[in-house]
């Protein structure tokens, strides 16, 4: 699966503690190659964020992307949920 990087996830991403960066890692290898696997909670989102889903990093840090099309997802942020939704 390729995976674009847009500005804010770029930006958000390089605040990330080394621990977050490398969590960050293990599940987007496990995205790539599963999108669907159930570590990474993979869920629709609604409101602002509606088209887009989110995935899991840890209980409250997440990340959330859009797909473009069945090969591509452009990450679109990454937060805590209170970040990200609040």
């Known amino acids: ?3 674009l990087i ?3 996830f770029k ?3 390089k605040k990330l503690s080394r621990e ?3 969590k960050l890692r293990e599940q987007l290898e496990i ?3 599963n999108p669907l696997d159930k570590r990474l909670n993979n869920h629709a989102l609604s409101g602002r964020y509606v088209n887009h889903r989110s995935i899991d990093l840890t209980g ?3 990340v959330i992307f859009r797909k473009i099309n069945d ?3 452009l990450l679109v942020n990454i937060g805590t949920h209170s970040q990200l939704y609040g």
């Open 31 to 33: 995205f790539s190659n």
């Open 60 to 62: 409250d840090w997440g």
């Open 71 to 73: 090969n591509t997802v």
């Open 1 to 3: 699966m390729k995976l």
């Open 20 to 22: 977050l960066r490398s």
């Open 11 to 13: 930006r958000s991403s």
């Open 6 to 8: 847009h500005r804010n």
